[in-house]
């Protein structure tokens, strides 16, 4: 179980590789942008490493479960069960992420690694769609206001690049296929800075005779996430919208979407929201393995594999899904 920064995916893939033991982990190999065309072709794509060495796992037949967190991970749970139970076509899947959660003290606190926040909202956002496959844009592009459920309400998001618009394509069947994060205006313009300066660089510059990547400044200066949950209050939404036909033939859109509340995860695990919402994912599908009902050979992702056992073993857990029909598109 690979639960590090993203950084070691490889060296630990590898390892792993080499011991001949299955592999899970929370985030994919990183990419590269395109050297040329960065907003228009991608370069290195996220799971690009790993799925390279898909052979290799097969030959030894152990499984590489790839992007087992929350985002990825049960998002793509959910586009698995929509196209299994609940849609004869499906014309687009996209991943929307929003909260409410305000952290009291502190003026920019993002509520997990600041590094991979750099990481994933700076690079080139992926889009898929059929007939043209991947192709990028330009971070924080099509802007569009998604309700939230639970009372989160309206909240704007943007294209940032992410796990699963990588991997749903592989073994979803949609026309369209897309991330979107609620990361707020000041969010943005704060990262927006950190670009214009040099300080996301994960390049090395000399300071007073010590050479340091500027990026692990900026994460040495802010708040250790894990750390934030007393100052926190609110709730985080994960969710998978989907559009297409229904299995009556009819239009149909839905959001299956999963929320905690930080003030449960703290009194009941002393975990912040969004530490807890990308724990307990990881701890279903190692279940599920043991037990046989997720098995497989090769490097796989989470929609790779039957939905309904996890669904069920994450509700026997105390933390439910849900399904929120909504009018399509036209009606």
């Given amino acids: 179980m690979n639960a590090t920064d993203p950084r070691f995916v490889m060296p630990l893939f590898r390892a792993a590789l080499q011991a001949g ?6 985030a994919m190999s990183l990419s590269q942008p395109h050297p040329v065309e960065p907003h228009r072709q991608p370069g290195v794509k996220l799971g690009d490493e790993q799925f390279a060495l898909s052979g290799e796992w097969e030959k030894r037949g152990k499984l590489a479960l790839a992007g087992m967190g929350v985002e990825p991970g049960l998002s793509d749970v959910f586009a698995r069960f929509a196209a299994d139970q609940l849609f004869r076509s499906i014309n687009e899947i996209g991943v929307r992420d929003g909260a409410n959660l305000v952290v009291e ?11 991979t926040t750099i990481e994933e909202c700076l690079n080139p956002p992926v889009i898929w769609e059929r007939g043209t496959g991947w192709y990028t844009t330009p971070p924080f592009s099509e802007p569009e206001v998604f309700y939230f459920p639970a009372g989160i309400g309206p909240v704007e998001c943007v294209n940032v690049e992410h796990e699963e618009v990588l991997l749903i394509p592989r073994w979803v069947d949609a026309g369209r296929v897309t991330f979107k994060y609620g990361l707020g205006a000041e969010f943005i313009d704060v990262l927006q800075a950190l670009h214009k300066t040099g300080l996301d660089s994960t390049e090395p510059v000399q300071v007073g005779g010590v050479s340091v990547a500027p990026r692990d400044v900026v994460a040495a200066a802010l708040p250790d996430p894990a750390g934030l949950g007393d100052r926190m209050h ?3 939404c994960a969710g998978t919208w989907v559009t297409g036909t229904g299995t009556d033939g009819s239009a149909r859109e839905v959001y299956l979407y999963h929320v905690v509340d930080n003030a449960w995860s703290m009194a009941e695990y002393g975990s912040q929201a969004v530490v807890w919402q990308t724990a307990v994912h990881p701890v279903v599908a190692l279940e599920l393995i043991d037990a ?13 594999l039957p939905a309904e056992p996890f ?11 849900a399904i929120e029909e909504r009018t399509p598109a036209g009606r």
Avoid: C, K
């Fill in 311 to 321: 669904l069920d073993l994450l509700s026997d857990y105390g933390s439910p899904w």
């Fill in 292 to 304: 046989g009902s997720w098995s497989g050979a090769g490097v796989l992702g989470p929609e790779a």
């Fill in 105 to 115: 003290g502190y003026d920019f606190a993002p509520t997990f690694s600041i590094w």
């Fill in 234 to 236: 609110g709730l985080t």
């Fill in 21 to 26: 033991t299955h592999y899970l982990d929370m």
